[in-house]
């Protein structure tokens, strides 16, 4: 999130935008990335179960994630033109949960959405928060078609290193300090 952890309102929509897949798109990912026949052109019975054609799940997640990407750059922007300075965020932590609701078919267009639905700050990375994220997408008849919960670090605006952790930083910085301290434990 390109917002200071501060400054995240849990349970805000963020709008991550919308893709439509097309036949091709999703044959060409799968020949790469997910070779299964149900992604892949075909004829026969197999495809006859599926209706045809469908995206890969993997396929469906990196375009979210594409979204997300390009979402948050259009927000650190947004706010750098108001004069703010954009927050920092940080890697990815964990995926707690990943669905996969209905087939994404071609022609189908996804909308994908970004909600923070629990904060709260880090107690082994000082100076950082840990967000809970819900992804959902969503194709044109509204029907879910994916949703993630996703564990994503953001930086403290107003963190301040305690003096003592300040302190052991620069000596454990110094060359062999750290030898000699594990010397006395």
Do not use: C
């Amino acid at each position: 999130m390109t917002r200071w952890f501060e400054d995240i309102t849990l349970d805000e929509a963020f709008p991550l935008g919308s893709h439509t897949f097309t036949e091709d798109e999703i044959v060409r990912f799968a020949a790469q990335y997910d070779p299964q026949y149900f992604h892949l052109r075909g004829t026969g019975a197999e495809h006859s179960h599926f209706g045809g054609v469908i995206a890969s799940g993997w396929h469906t997640v990196v375009v979210g994630h594409r979204k997300m990407v390009d979402a948050l750059a259009v927000e650190e922007q947004r706010l750098r033109g108001l004069g703010q300075e954009p927050g920092v965020s940080g890697p990815g932590a964990a995926v707690n949960r990943m669905d996969f609701k209905a087939p994404v078919r071609p022609g189908d267009t996804v909308t994908y959405t970004l909600v923070v639905s629990a904060k709260r700050p880090s107690n082994s990375l000082p100076g950082w928060g840990i967000l809970t994220n819900q992804i959902t997408a969503l194709n044109q008849r509204g029907e879910s078609v994916y949703h993630a919960e996703l564990i994503g670090f953001s930086k403290l605006r107003d963190f301040k290193m305690p003096l003592r952790q300040r302190i052991l930083e620069a000596l454990t910085s110094i060359p062999g300090f750290r030898k000699l301290l594990t010397r006395w434990s």
